[in-house]
């Protein structure tokens, strides 16, 4: 056995150290203030404790500023989270406390759940485990000391995490003072690196495993952080996401609602449908001239979706169907006992609208578009509102093209997905190709070739934005068909949503015997790229409607003006304004209750309309409109004509502007 382990530093260096030697050793032998910032090491890029002994390999010392560290603050606050807990309700039985994402949570077994006025007792409690400073200290059990004393604690669930750890792993018990858990670890050196950036959330109840036939636990969830500005800032967008939640909005403004006979599918009230076909309209005109629009069925028999490959690897999530004759009449030998699945997804129709009628190399490429409704099941617990459901319309495209092709086409996809951003207001993009997984269809050769191509074609997304889109690799994430490039797009509270994404296929047409036929006369099998940009029009709303708060663009609002009257004497005027606005394209309604006028305003505010034109005796005299626009208390008077004029060109979509001013330019 080696009497010394060799350590290559980030530096590229190389050093030697006795065996033996801890990560805390190793940091000192660095410097001193170096192993007071440290709190873990990272070993060929796993994390370790810095009391472990260190083996050959890559090293790193791990600070408090580290981005990795964030875990451990988490994981160790959860640690201290069930301290406080345990001193303050003795008997309490703790389970599982796992990190999650921007926190943790854990478990208890208590005969009286906890409720949110417990949290306040039980973070003061928190803040005094952390001044202790105690050190996270490690050892190993055999199996059976740790279920004796777990057993002998009363920790019965402790017990059967013991029992379920496999053969030959070691059983982790962490000490912070006289407290310990059983735990895989890591952990930072002492309960005094945590640091009071943390806030325990809400409880809630779960079942231990999982499993609805077990007992019923009470969980407690909280955020922890590096610093106070970080969690200041983490709470303050929890608080902006509240007031912005789509689902509320859609209730104040009369858009759509869900109702329990159809789980997760979208009662679209007439305000929220005419927003969902703006978005369509829009959409449309985007892919004018470039995309055919095709539909292919909603129902299919299970035999495409088993050459697809769909219901051997997606079947849990798709909805399969009969006739209710053959459900009714089994014994029927005329009814129809086949088995029917609604579409989860449009691309085997397309391939199917792609193989009908031979295909020449002249033709390539073919773009098939499609705002096509799918069904995918969703468990009811991950069900949430616009952004989760169940059915759901897909901007979905697929473009058949030749090798040679595929270049061009992902940057033109990528343009058109960037402009439908921009036009949203959307800046912050970030573009990441994922690449080849495990499990994958289709010769390692073809998985270099595209991996290749949309490599390149990342670069020059980059570089044609001027380093304004941020661009990223995540190996390994690519679907099991091919590579794919992944759109994130940033919101005004700085959220991260994935929309776009433009997939090669090596997949598909193989397996349907796609083919068109090269300039040699040979079959030839085309690369199938799916492209979608907002991917879920129904999620996409939701993005926009919490991105807007509500606050819609004019060009974008379902109601766009309401013309209210102070007066009844103005409300012959008003009805010649709101018809005025009306044949100029504009979404109109008018207000002319009996109601003072402050009354109306403050009532159409809550339902976000974007313009308010108020009339009064003087206005109709003089043929002019006050305009107050929402979250305004300014009124601006302006003529009829000027405001009508005005309103249009703002309520004109940024589309058709482009193309307006292409035409003055021309002329």
């Known amino acids: 056995m080696s009497q010394t382990v060799s350590l290559t530093f980030p530096d590229g260096s190389v050093?030697?150290?006795?065996?033996?030697?801890?990560?805390?050793?190793?940091?000192?032998?660095?410097?001193?203030?170096?192993?007071?910032?440290?709190?873990?090491?990272?070993?060929?890029?796993?994390?370790?404790?810095?009391?472990?002994a260190i083996t050959d390999g890559k090293i790193e010392i791990v600070t408090r500023e580290d981005s990795r560290a964030l875990e451990l603050i988490r994981h160790d606050a959860a640690h201290v989270?069930?301290?406080?807990?345990?001193?303050?309700?003795?008997?309490?039985?703790?389970?599982?406390?796992?990190?999650?994402?921007?926190?943790?949570?854990?478990?208890?077994?208590?005969?009286?759940?906890?409720?949110?006025?417990?949290?306040?007792k039980i973070e003061k409690r928190m803040k005094e485990i952390i001044q202790r400073n105690k050190p996270f200290t490690r050892e190993v059990w055999s199996r059976e000391k740790a279920k004796e004393v777990f057993a002998a604690k009363g920790e019965n669930y402790k017990v059967e995490l013991v029992d379920a750890i496999p053969e030959g792993q070691d059983l982790k018990i962490y000490y912070q003072g006289d407290w310990f858990d059983l735990c895989r670890g890591p952990h930072m050196a002492a309960t005094g690196q945590i640091g009071t950036a943390f806030k325990l959330m809400k409880v809630a109840g779960a079942y231990w495993r999982g499993d609805s036939n077990n007992a019923m636990l009470s969980r407690i969830y909280g955020t922890a952080w590096a610093t106070q500005e970080e969690l200041d800032n983490y709470l303050h967008i929890l608080a902006e996401a509240e007031k912005r939640d789509h689902r509320r909005l859609g209730r104040e403004m009369d858009l759509f609602h869900f109702q329990e006979e159809g789980p997760g599918v979208v009662f679209w009230h007439g305000k929220g449908w005419r927003m969902f076909q703006t978005l369509t309209a829009y959409m449309r005109r985007r892919l004018a001239n470039t995309y055919q629009e095709v539909n292919a069925p909603q129902v299919l028999d299970k035999s495409l979706w088993e050459t697809s490959g769909h219901w051997g690897w997606y079947q849990e999530n798709m909805f399969a169907v009969k006739s209710a004759h053959a459900f009714t009449h089994p014994e029927d030998e005329d009814a129809d006992q086949r088995v029917f699945a609604l579409k989860p997804m449009n691309c085997p129709g397309h391939v199917q609208i792609f193989k009908h009628?031979?295909?020449?190399?002249?033709?390539?490429p073919v773009r098939l578009a499609e705002f096509g409704n799918v069904h995918r099941y969703e468990a009811s617990g991950a069900l949430h509102g616009l952004m989760r459901v169940r059915g759901f319309t897909q901007d979905d495209a697929h473009v058949f093209c030749t090798e040679e092709q595929m270049a061009a086409e992902c940057l033109r996809i990528n343009d058109l997905i960037l402009s439908v951003y921009e036009d949203f207001g959307f800046s912050e993009i970030v573009v990441k190709l994922s690449t080849r997984p495990d499990k994958r269809v289709g010769s390692d050769d073809l998985w270099d070739r595209a991996e290749s191509v949309m490599l390149e074609v990342l670069k020059t997304i980059e570089e044609q934005s001027g380093g304004r889109i941020k661009t990223g690799i995540m190996p390994g994430e690519g679907a099991f068909y091919g590579p794919k490039f992944e759109y994130t797009l940033k919101d005004a509270i700085g959220r991260e949503w994935q929309c776009g994404t433009t997939q090669v296929d090596f997949n598909l047409p193989e397996r349907f015997g796609a083919f068109y036929i090269d300039q040699n006369s040979e079959k030839t099998q085309?690369?199938?790229?799916?492209?979608?940009?907002?991917?879920?029009?129904?999620?996409?709303?939701?993005?926009?409607?919490?991105?807007?708060?509500?606050?819609?663009?004019?060009?974008?609002?379902?109601?766009?003006?309401?013309v209210a009257t102070i007066t009844s004497d103005a409300d012959?005027?008003?009805?010649?304004?709101?018809?005025?606005?009306?044949?100029?394209?504009?979404?109109?309604?008018?207000?002319?209750?009996?109601?003072?006028?402050?009354?109306?305003?403050?009532?159409?505010?809550?339902?976000?309309?974007?313009?308010?034109?108020?009339?009064?005796?003087?206005?109709?005299?003089?043929?002019?409109?006050?305009?107050?626009?929402?979250?305004?208390?300014?009124?601006?008077?302006?003529?009829?004509?000027?405001?009508?004029?005005?309103?249009?060109?703002?309520?004109?979509?940024?589309?058709?502007?482009r193309k307006l001013a292409a035409k003055k330019q021309v002329a």
């Open 15 to 52: 050093r030697s150290y006795p065996a033996g030697t801890t990560g805390r050793e190793v940091a000192e032998s660095i410097s001193k203030s170096l192993a007071k910032k440290a709190v873990a090491i990272g070993l060929d890029g796993t994390l370790r404790d810095l009391s472990e």
């Open 357 to 364: 009628g031979l295909k020449s190399y002249r033709e390539m």
């Open 572 to 657: 012959d005027y008003g009805r010649e304004v709101a018809e005025a606005l009306r044949e100029a394209g504009m979404a109109v309604e008018t207000d002319f209750r009996n109601e003072k006028i402050n009354y109306k305003v403050r009532e159409h505010s809550v339902t976000k309309v974007p313009v308010i034109i108020v009339c009064g005796r003087k206005e109709a005299e003089e043929r002019t409109v006050n305009i107050r626009r929402l979250g305004s208390q300014n009124q601006t008077p302006m003529s009829l004509e000027d405001a009508i004029t005005s309103l249009v060109d703002e309520a004109t979509p940024p589309d058709v502007k």
């Open 81 to 120: 989270m069930a301290e406080a807990v345990q001193e303050l309700w003795p008997g309490t039985q703790v389970t599982i406390g796992p990190v999650i994402e921007n926190g943790f949570y854990y478990d208890f077994a208590k005969n009286e759940p906890f409720t949110p006025e417990d949290l306040p």
């Open 526 to 562: 085309p690369v199938m790229i799916h492209r979608a940009i907002c991917g879920s029009m129904e999620r996409f709303l939701g993005i926009l409607i919490e991105n807007f708060a509500g606050h819609m663009p004019l060009w974008f609002a379902p109601l766009q003006v309401v």
